[in-house]
């Protein structure tokens, strides 16, 4: 079974500038989540998707991120204009419900350095 | 938002079991406990998940007491290739399946040593 798929794996801006990132869930997978992990820290929820609506975006900072789920499969979480404090690993995930829960499946990541 | 609480690191001793232990105060009745763990440039795996009492798996077991406002993760013989940090993540499990509310804690890096 593929997994997460995320790109660019690795992207480098000044600030300012503006950068988006792609995700594609697993197949099948109606959550999508988007995090951020700065160095050091534990993935911080900016946004989660079921299907094509958006669940939670309590902690994304709308004023500069914006984020859209196409037809409830693939993301792009987008950044503009960027700041220093945004570099980060920006992560994606997809889950599973089970029975006792939920299992998210997380992407490798896009690692964000804005100077 | 749940809170959760970790100790930052902790060392082991090849073969030895590790318990990590998460604090969560004021986790809700909805609330389900996961583990993840996070090896450097990946991102985080799921370990395991419970809501109360006792879960275990081929990999760890989880441990609930009664009031829920803690959980232990417990790694059976540790190998070299434990080494990681390890998350505490508490969600509240919507009726139609799926966590809201997601809070990762603040992570454990795990160093096991030969």
């Known amino acids: 079974e593929a997994g997460v798929a995320q790109s660019p794996r690795y992207k480098i801006i000044e600030k300012r500038q503006s950068v988006a990132f792609w995700c594609n869930p697993i197949?099948?997978?109606?959550?999508l989540y988007w995090y951020q992990q700065i160095l050091g820290q534990g993935p911080k929820l900016l946004i989660q998707?079921?299907?094509?609506?958006?669940?939670?975006d309590s902690q994304l900072p709308k004023d500069r991120f914006s984020a859209e789920r196409l037809k409830g499969v693939d993301s792009t979480l987008k950044i503009q204009p960027a700041k220093l404090e945004d570099s980060a690993v920006y992560l994606c995930?997809?889950?599973?419900?089970?029975?006792?829960?939920?299992?998210?499946?997380f992407g490798p990541g896009t690692r964000l350095t804005v100077l | 938002l749940a809170k959760t609480t970790q100790p930052i690191s902790m060392d082991s001793y090849e073969g030895q079991e590790v318990n990590i232990t998460c604090s969560h105060n004021?986790?809700?009745?909805?609330?389900?406990i996961t583990w993840y763990q996070q090896f450097p440039s990946q991102g985080p795996r799921f370990i395991i998940q419970g809501y109360k009492t006792k879960v275990t798996n081929e990999v760890a077991s989880l441990f609930i007491p009664a009031d829920r406002k803690s959980s232990t993760l417990s790694l059976p013989r540790v190998s070299l290739s434990d080494t990681a940090v390890y998350y505490c993540l508490v969600g509240d499990m919507r009726l139609s399946g799926g966590y809201q509310k997601v809070t990762f804690g603040t992570g454990t890096k795990l160093q096991v040593i030969p």
């Open positions: 998707f079921q299907n094509n609506g958006v669940v939670d």
């Open positions: 004021n986790i809700a009745t909805n609330d389900y």
């Open positions: 197949s099948g997978h109606a959550t």
């Open positions: 995930a997809s889950s599973l419900v089970t029975g006792v829960g939920e299992e998210q499946f």
